[in-house]
């Protein structure tokens, strides 16, 4: 009885969804195919700790002109520990007369954070940050 009991605990009760970082690669070879991403040119502004992953702030910012000739086409942002790991997706262009974004989103774990800038001539450019959440929330 008792074990019957585990099993019926052990299907109901949820347990969080992890990509891996590989998962992470793949979503951004998707959106962004083999390109070369550097790091710099993207600010990326995330808690450090996080006491509630239901609603975690995020602003990124990244260093354009923004002009026709020079500008971000769009942002995108990724977490390695949710089921889902394309978070959210800005595009952007030169009329935005600034590139800067910024938006809430859930957190399922303790993660790192990374933002990826798709300039104009077609250059990548990124910033990273670790996050630790105390409250997970994208429970499946």
């Known amino acids: 009885l008792a074990g019957g009991a585990m099993l019926v605990a052990a299907v109901l ?9 590989a998962d992470v690669d793949a979503s951004v070879a998707d959106l962004f195919g083999d390109r070369p991403v550097r790091s710099g040119r993207v600010d990326m502004k995330v ?18 002109p923004m002009t026709v000739d020079d500008h ?11 089921p889902l790991p394309d978070v959210v997706r800005f595009e952007l262009g030169p009329r935005a007369g600034r590139a800067r974004v910024q938006t809430r989103f859930r957190m399922a774990d303790s993660q790192k954070i990374r933002a990826i800038a798709e300039m104009s001539d077609g250059s990548l450019w990124s910033a990273e940050s670790f996050v630790v959440v105390t409250l997970a929330a994208c429970v499946v």
């Open 13 to 21: 009760i949820p347990v969080p969804a992890r990509t891996e970082p």
């Open 47 to 64: 808690p450090a700790i996080s006491e509630n992953g239901y609603s975690v702030t995020l602003s990124v910012e990244v260093d354009s």
């Open 72 to 82: 971000v086409v769009r942002i995108a942002v990724f977490a390695e520990a949710n």
